[in-house]
């Protein structure tokens, strides 16, 4: 039988604690990019009771994407914001989502991005992760920001860490290894940026920085 919401939220405070919990209930993140980092990214901030997500792409599931995002098989040639929120609802049925399919610029970033106070950048490709991180520090200095760089190959995960850029702005990942370098990106290590940018952004909620 289906959980009540009291239910489920109950057994979160008996995890995570009532005041972090009630910190993740009342917060609202965007997660820009449903790959392997967003797809992962939203469904961990789900898991973990935050009350407002919203999931941005402008791609459809791919074959070559079930390796390591957060989609099956049947869910092939699907828009992934689509994909990705039918599949949260069955995770976290009473979080508050919602979901766009559209291709995120310079231009619609501001009005799209406002709502929300944390925004995870998830993008795949080196260009698409520059125009969102300069477009959010310069036109929406109020939000926090957190990023990837550096995720691709079979190098040790333990090269992975999350360090604070300024204020607002932290960015996970080991900085070097991209797709640019011709390198395979494989589930796990994908995984573990993406767990990085996930706790990260739970920490900015329950009020814990990085030095």
Known sequence: ?????????????????????????????????????????????????????????????????LNRQQYFPEQLGQPKAQALYDTIKRIA????????SVKLSDENIPDILSPFDIIAECFDKADQKAMLVNCVLEKMPGKYLVAASGMAGLSSANEIRTRRLSKRFYICG??????????????????????????????????????
């Not at 049925?93 to 766009?100: A, I």
């Not at 011709?182 to 990085?210: N, P």
């Open 1 to 65: 039988m289906m959980p009540t919401k009291e239910e489920m939220y109950k057994a979160l405070e008996e995890r995570h604690g009532k005041e972090v919990q009630e910190r993740f209930r009342a917060a609202s993140v965007a997660v820009c990019g449903l790959g392997g980092l967003g797809s992962n990214v939203a469904i961990a901030l789900a898991r973990a009771g935050v009350g407002r997500l919203h999931l941005i792409d402008f791609d459809s599931v791919d074959i070559t994407n």
């Open 174 to 211: 080991d900085g070097e290894n991209g797709l640019e370098k011709g390198l395979g990106l494989i589930s796990a290590r994908v995984e573990v940026c993406a767990s990085h940018e996930a706790t990260m952004i739970l920490r900015i909620i329950a009020g814990q920085y990085e030095p």
């Open 93 to 100: 049925p009473y979080c508050e989502l919602t979901s766009q």
